[in-house]
């Protein structure tokens, strides 16, 4: 239907702060794409630009290889979910899900007008309430008028402004999935602004990782997840966050507080010349050595925990480290930016649930370095990332994007089929 | 048991203060019943000389179809024509102004409120002189829009107030919405805006109206006969001698220029009261 292309689009607001700084992104015809980063860091704005209700302030917005800077939101032909959904209290559901298609003049009959709108209805289960007004709604059904606006308009692409963030925990979940389905199902070019990385993670096609206007990274989210591109990727990405731990450089040895690693190869020269790095560490990349789990290569150390979480399926254990004082700042930052507490240092190690490991306990643990992240403290580069492999997660990401829309798209031709036919032999 | 203490306890002290708004009205109503007669005479009223113990309506056909007919009735007509004018125009002039601060960001933005403030701070009676003067030059002394155009200017500020505060609770994504859905910046305001404005424009409106019906200074110095509104007429009523006084026939007037706004009252209460606080309360 559509695509979407940002070039070197920057916004700058009356004091000269460039709040969106040179973000350039491609969004292809029927992809999802999502905006996340934590507040404040553009992604509304950005959004906000390619619908029109913020002006450009350099740089060029081209749908379908049109250029649409100066046109009017109207004009461009793009539906928008609000994040407080923007119902018009005075209208009922079917009158609000009816409203564009009214603003279109003499293009709908009364009764074309019905049609769509029933058969959005019907998409979004908004059947029975169609006759009451907003106010009278809960939130879910709210958010499902609201995307039913968007779905009835037709429109080149549909862009949310962080739709799930008012609804309650179970909610989220289920709307999280009923906008994937019809996503799917309608193959409509969408970008999505959040700053939740788990709906980033499971919505998206791919993801654009923002700070503070400027673009980071934009990649499938298992690029992101397993080749981040910089420090503040590789903190964003994952729940619970990946733990930074501070290491001197000593010849082919990095020393972390908690253990020591030799290093071979390519790495060992990348580090060359540094005094210290910053080495990243999935929480669930590390293991509970007693339960036998068998890893070659393998660094054991000893630590002592400090607090357990068990849940059932897995459990998190928490280890205080000292912080190395020269990398101090550093980390502080890169918590400040990633909207965190600075609480205290610490590392998260996901267990499996089987562990016995409880507070207190001094624990056998073994992490395979092969899984570790190194950065650079002063820029913040990940000297860790294989390009070959994320080029290549890539591919296998958009073929499998492509195959996903034909499948839907094909289910769908299947369904209309089956519809048409009893009604054609009546 | 608690809340039914508490709602009695407001009703017993809602007593008082219902007398106190009360008792003048009813007192006109009641003098506007006696005839001339029991106006003079304590023994034909009942209650202390309160209510008179025969109803009597000469002094309604008096103000009608009697000799202060050609006072009352084209006076009647005047506030009706003068006030509802007046009220048109400031309330249409009012939403667009209103929608602009609240809206949009223009250099003397807070120069229009505050402007707006201190005219209707500034006390009625000083303008009143000078726009005698002005008015007899421009010839609109004694006539309609001679008064309609002080009226405009007396509820337009109360009017801008009320209405930009209205506006600014309206959230603009509820536009932006409309916007992105294919309206233009016209249909926007016209489908989504107005309607959700209508209550307080409807507040705004009654207020106004009632600040231009209610208003003497301006009609009983800037008209003589021709354009004279029912506050300004009643003040020209004279009795059948110039020793009667046309007391019991002021009273009647005041009773019929009364009653439509407590209609107005009675009808939009609720709307009125919800378009007062709907500025404090988030809703």
């Known amino acids: ?426 | 048991m608690e809340t039914n203490k508490t709602k009695w306890g407001l009703a017993g002290a809602s007593v008082p203060i219902m007398l106190w708004t009360l008792i003048p009205i009813v007192w006109i109503v009641a003098t506007s019943l006696k005839s001339t007669t029991a106006l003079a005479d304590q023994q034909q009223n009942v209650f202390g000389n309160f209510w008179p113990k025969s109803i009597s309506w000469d002094n309604y056909s008096l103000i009608f179809t009697g000799g202060a007919k050609d006072l009352f009735v084209p006076a009647l007509w005047h506030s009706i024509v003068v006030c509802l004018v007046a009220t048109l125009i400031s309330v249409v002039l009012a939403t667009f102004c209103a929608y602009a601060i609240a809206r949009l960001d223009f250099p003397g933005k807070k120069a229009i409120l505050i402007t707006a403030l201190t005219v209707s701070f500034f006390p009625v009676i000083a303008m009143v002189t000078p726009l005698f003067n002005l008015w007899r030059i421009l010839h609109l002394f004694d006539t309609l829009p001679g008064l309609i155009i002080p009226y405009i200017t007396l509820t337009l500020p109360l009017s801008i107030w009320i209405l930009s505060a209205f506006f600014q609770q309206i959230p603009w994504e509820m536009e932006q919405a409309a916007q992105v859905d294919g309206a233009s910046s016209w249909q926007a305001f016209v489908k989504v805006v107005a309607p959700l404005a209508a209550p307080g424009v409807f507040t705004t409106a009654i207020i106004a109206f009632f600040t231009a019906w209610n208003d003497f200074v301006f009609s009983s110095n800037l008209t003589a006969a021709r354009a004279q509104t029912v506050p300004a007429a009643l003040n020209s009523f004279t009795g059948a001698s110039q020793f009667t006084q046309p007391t019991g026939a002021i009273c009647a007037a005041a009773v019929v220029v009364t009653i439509p706004v407590v209609i107005l009252v009675l009808l939009f209460q609720r709307r009125i009261v919800a378009g007062l606080t709907s500025g404090a309360v988030k809703g």
């Open chain 1, 1 to 426: 239907m559509s695509s979407i292309e940002l070039k070197n689009i920057v916004k700058k607001y009356g004091d000269g702060f460039p709040a969106v700084n040179d973000v350039s992104l491609n969004i292809a015809d029927g992809e999802f794409m999502i905006l996340v980063g934590p507040s404040g860091c553009g992604k509304s704005t950005l959004l906000r630009m390619v619908v029109g209700l913020e002006d450009i302030t350099s740089g060029e917005l081209d749908i379908n290889g049109k250029r649409v800077n100066d046109l009017a939101p109207r004009d461009r032909n793009l539906a928008m979910v609000f994040q407080n959904y923007a119902l018009y209290p005075h209208l009922t559901v079917f009158e609000n899900i009816a409203f564009p298609l009214r603003l279109a003049k003499g293009k709908h009959s009364d009764n074309e007008i019905k049609e769509k709108v029933n058969t959005a209805a019907d998409m979004l289960e908004l059947r029975e309430h169609l006759e009451r007004k907003p106010a009278n709604l809960s939130g879910g059904q709210r958010q499902r008028v609201a995307m039913g606006r968007a779905i009835v308009r037709e429109a080149d692409a549909f862009l949310f402004d962080e739709p799930l963030s008012n609804l309650d925990a179970k909610l989220r979940g289920q709307m999280r999935t009923e906008i994937a389905r019809m996503q799917r199902r309608l193959g409509v070019t969408t970008l999505y602004v959040t700053h939740d990385q788990t709906e980033a993670m499971t919505l998206g096609d791919r993801v654009a990782v923002l700070k503070k206007g400027i673009l980071q990274q934009c990649a499938s989210p298992r690029e992101l997840y397993e080749q981040p591109i910089n420090l503040f990727v590789a903190g964003f990405i994952g729940s619970p966050p990946m733990n930074f731990l501070p290491a001197r450089v000593e010849g082919n040895t990095l020393k972390m507080p908690i253990a020591d690693v030799e290093l071979t190869g390519e790495l060992a020269e990348k580090v060359k010349g540094k005094n210290a790095v910053i080495v990243g560490l999935r929480p669930e990349h590390i293991k509970d050595a007693s339960l036998g789990d068998n890893i070659s290569h393998g660094v054991p150390f000893k630590a002592v925990v400090d607090v357990t979480e068990w849940l059932g399926n897995e459990q998190y254990a928490y280890i205080p480290f000292d912080s190395d004082p020269s990398l101090q700042g550093t980390l502080e930052e890169l918590d400040r930016d990633l909207d965190g507490e600075g609480m205290r240092t610490q590392m998260v190690v996901n267990l499996d649930s089987r562990s016995r490991v409880r507070e207190g306990q001094e624990a056998d643990l073994v992490f395979d370095p092969s899984f570790m992240h190194v950065f650079d403290p002063e820029s913040g580069d990940c000297l860790t990332r294989d390009d070959d492999r994320a080029a290549e997660i890539a591919r296998d990401n958009e073929e499998q994007r492509k195959a996903a829309l034909e499948r839907a798209k094909s289910r769908e031709s299947n369904a209309a089929s089956q519809s048409a036919e009893p009604r054609q032999a009546s």
